[in-house]
C-alpha cells in the first residue's frame, strides 16, 4: 500500500523560507499526480499546489509567486519551496497522491510562521 511521509515543518519568522518534502513508498510514484494542501485552525483544508505525472504546475493564489512545487521522480519524492512566509501561512501541511483508483494523505507536517 501507499505511504506518504512528510518532512520540513517547523518556526520560522515572518519572510523566512522552508521546504517541505514528501517521500512516497509502496507505489510507481512517477507516474501519478502530486500535491500540497494546508488546514489552519478552523479553516476548510485548502489546495497549496500541485504537479502532474508530466511536471506541470498549479497554485492558490495566495501563494503564487511565493512557493514552487517540484518533484524528484528517482527519488520518489515531492518538494514544496516556501519563501517570504507570512503568518496566514501558518497551518498544518498535507501531501496527496492521486493514484488510478484512489487518493493518498500524508500525516502532515505543522508549519508556524511567527510574526
Known amino acids: 500500500q501507499v505511504q506518504l511521509v512528510e518532512s520540513g515543518g517547523g518556526l520560522v519568522q515572518a519572510g523566512g523560507s522552508l521546504r517541505l518534502s514528501c517521500a512516497a513508498s509502496?507505489?510507481?510514484?512517477?507516474?501519478?499526480?502530486m500535491g500540497w494542501y494546508r488546514e489552519a485552525p478552523g479553516k476548510q483544508r485548502e489546495l497549496v499546489a500541485a504537479?502532474?505525472?508530466?511536471?506541470?504546475?498549479n497554485y492558490a493564489d495566495s501563494v503564487k509567486d511565493r512557493f514552487s512545487i517540484s518533484r524528484d521522480n528517482a527519488k520518489n519524492t515531492v518538494y514544496l519551496q516556501m519563501n517570504s512566509l507570512k503568518p496566514e501561512d501558518t497551518a498544518v501541511y498535507y501531501c496527496k497522491m492521486w493514484t488510478r483508483l484512489r487518493f493518498y494523505w500524508g500525516q502532515g507536517t505543522q508549519v508556524t510562521v511567527s510574526s
Open positions: 509502496g507505489s510507481t510514484f512517477s507516474v501519478f499526480d
Open positions: 504537479i502532474s505525472s508530466g511536471g506541470s504546475t
